[in-house]
């Protein structure tokens, strides 16, 4: 078995072919061997560590490998760049995994490419060791997610606003089409690129509508939609903060990608901003649903071409299709809290008791994750029920009465309740901790613990309360950084 890469078939202008630059002194630092388990290829090959450093640092090549550098645009933080790219990164190949899904493999932080404008093409070992848990921590979370396979320090170093050690991480995904693929054809009006998108992303991603005949790009969308709506609901289920939600940041597949500047959520305040770059908010906690509707609607304007020749009717078409936006992901989201709390069927009086609670965390500035987990507790725990009632005044015994109303077992209900409602995240301050820790010395071990404990997220394990301490300064001044 090889690598094979049916991306190129699309033709040269998706992409630029173009090798990775190699490293002076490649380390294997991080490496995921329950994900590397999945792909048939590396079983097969047998590799030693420094063999696999070689390969998934950019200095060896898979075989059948054919690396390019994807093309594509985007909307950053509202604006238009009609042409972005991967600018230090590279596609080495993709592979079927043993339930047949078909993944890339890219390395990020393989050198420059025509894409790389000003950038030196490189990847500090911090943000690789973030984005590598980080991935882990969503997908045992259950949220959709590209995820790391390797992390390779390289014996080089990389200039930021100090000098770093440098890495390259290796990501594997469903594909790395965004809608950013899409807005840089459509603003070279080139109508015939992106129905060659849309018929790759639906044999890829929703073979279901190959048979769809014109009204497959419709379909498409309504897809897409719908899986970033499921995203997003999972997102605020667990107080994640994506942190840079550009039009290049949103993939087609409903995965999670790109964890620069992202951050988990303390102290509950829906306009919580841990980003550095992002002065205004614009991709605040609270605001995440808004502006998935947006690129959503930026998504709908690279189609318009295909939906009908008539550009006023595929706006309405489309347009109607926005406009079910809200409604469906109210109904998501409740569905969503009412998991949490616990509500086996979500009532219209439901609304009042979810965002009642979330008043009262906003007002007390409890802890999301803790709150949560101390209510699944409380079912179970007259002293967890004492503080409950203590924090949440006259909300918590009207919560109790409602679950009373299901007339359902209560150890039923907090089961449902624990699925919803992880003990442990990947909090700011332990994340910091465990990256600085492995930058001065050097070693990975900090980190595999942390991604040990992270890995039970949803029950207690003999190391789990170290990583489950709230900061005394409840992340006041905390802020995250693209890496670039």
Known sequence: MKLTNSYVRLGENFYESTQPEPVNDPKMFLWNSSLAG????????????QELA????????????????LAYAGHQFGHFVPQLGDGRAHIIGEIADHSGERRDIQLKGSGQTSFSRSGDGRYALGPAIREYIMGEAMHVLGIPTTRSLAVTTTGEPVY????????????????????????????????????????FAIKRH???????????FLQLFDKVMEGQIELVVEWLRVGFIHGVMNTDNTAISGETIDYGPCAMMGSYNPKTVFSSIDRDGRYAFGNQPAIVQWNMARFAETLLHLIDKDEKQAIDTL?????????????????????????????????????????????????????????????????VEQKMLDELGSWYPAWRQRLESQQENSEAIQECMRQANPVVI?????????????LESGDASVAEVFLDVLRSPYQSTNKTLQFQVVPEDADVGYQTFCGT
């Open 38 to 49: 999945e792909l048939p290829l590396l079983e097969e090959l047998n590799l030693s560590e």
């Open 319 to 383: 347009g109607s299709r926005l406009e079910n936006f809200s409604g469906q992901f109210k109904q998501r989201y409740l569905q969503m809290m009412g998991r949490k709390l616990g509500l086996s069927q979500i009532m219209s009086s439901d609304d009042a008791l979810i965002f009642g609670l979330l008043d009262r965390l906003e007002q007390k500035q409890l802890d999301y994750t803790t709150g949560f987990d101390r209510l699944t507790q409380s079912l179970s725990s007259q002293s």
């Open 160 to 199: 930021r606003e100090t000098v770093q050690p440098g890495a390259v991480l290796t990501r594997i995904a469903s594909s790395h089409l965004r809608v950013g693929t899409f807005e840089y054809f459509a603003a070279r009006q080139n109508h015939q690129a992106i129905e060659q998108l849309c018929d």
């Open 54 to 69: 070689e390969l998934f640092s950019g200095n060896k090549l898979l075989p059948g490998s054919e690396p390019i550098a």
């Open 206 to 216: 929703y073979p279901e509508l190959q048979e769809g005949g014109g009204e497959r």
């Open 426 to 438: 990947p909090r700011n301050y332990h994340m910091e901790q465990v990256i600085q820790e492995c």
